[in-house]
């Protein structure tokens, strides 16, 4: 699974050295941006967990899944007006619960995001209004939770099918408006659930610079240099204290993670 998302990434940075040193076109997007979309989708996510998904011996009282989440189009491509090519990340606003596992007032939360890499078709039977489907590869990710050293749920990540559809409707050139749903399958074999998604959302799509904006940019004076070389150093002397306020203080802009840098270049 490493290998397949890391032939994605180079291919990713291929396209881009390619398209940026084939010519100096720098007042304009590159051929890649200018096909370019981006996106966010919210909604209801669901995956039925039940006493089943546990380890055997152990039963929650209460097993609680919140169902408000997003989906980030990370990076799309169009490659013409009826198919298209996006990488996404889906995950709920909260995590689900269990508790009261074996008759104790413990709380156990599960964490859980889907990656996709999907590919869209896409027909537009009246104006303005679309219809599409994605298929591709999607990557379910759990983390789970250990009871006195027991693996109550376990770490996993696998790749798998992800799938959807749904309703477009076309602002403008720069924006489209989505009705849509998205779904991956259940693993049994790692007592997990299928994950069904329904949300509103948008998209907006990069155009290429118009010629006057163009004639702007080029005759503007300022230069820019065609490479740029940043150098940066890492410590934990000063502590955590920012990690934690955009992580789990006033302003949760970010994720906490479990690895702590100490220092770096």
Same mark, same amino acid.
């Given at each position: ?33 200018? =096909? ?65 596992i ?17 590919f ?47 309703? =477009?409707?076309q ?16 693993? =049994?074999?790692? =007592?997990?659930p ?9 998209l ?62």
């Amino acid at each position: 699974m490493n290998q397949v998302w890391s032939g994605y990434f180079f291919l990713f940075l291929f396209l881009i050295c390619f398209d940026s040193y084939a010519q100096d076109r720098r007042g304009q997007y590159t051929r890649l941006l200018s =096909k370019a979309y981006f996106g966010v989708d919210v909604g209801s996510i669901n995956y039925p967990f039940n006493n089943t998904h546990l380890a055997s011996g152990y039963v929650a009282g209460v097993i609680h899944v919140p169902h408000v989440a997003v989906r980030l189009t990370l990076f799309g491509y169009r490659f013409n007006d009826n198919f298209s090519a996006r990488i996404t990340y889906m995950r709920p606003v909260n995590w689900v619960e269990f508790k009261n596992i074996n008759g104790d007032v413990s709380r156990n939360t599960v964490w859980m995001n889907v990656g996709g890499l999907t590919f869209m078709a896409q027909m537009r039977p009246v104006h303005r209004f679309q219809l599409y489907g994605e298929a591709g590869l999607g990557i379910v990710t759990r983390n789970g939770f250990d009871i006195n050293g027991t693996h109550v749920v376990k770490d996993i990540s696998y790749a798998s099918v992800l799938v959807g559809g749904g309703m =477009k409707y076309q602002l403008n050139q720069k924006f489209s408006w989505l009705l849509s749903t998205a779904f991956s399958p259940e693993r =049994k074999t790692q =007592k997990q659930p299928h994950t069904i998604f329904y949300s509103i959302g948008f998209l907006y799509h990069m155009q290429p610079l118009s010629v006057e904006r163009v004639t702007r940019n080029t005759t503007s004076g300022a230069r820019f240099p065609k490479n740029l070389w940043q150098v940066a150093y890492t410590t934990n002397q000063l502590g955590y204290s920012v990690n934690n306020f955009v992580s789990e203080g006033a302003i949760p802009i970010f994720w906490g993670g479990n690895a702590q840098l100490s220092r770096g270049i």
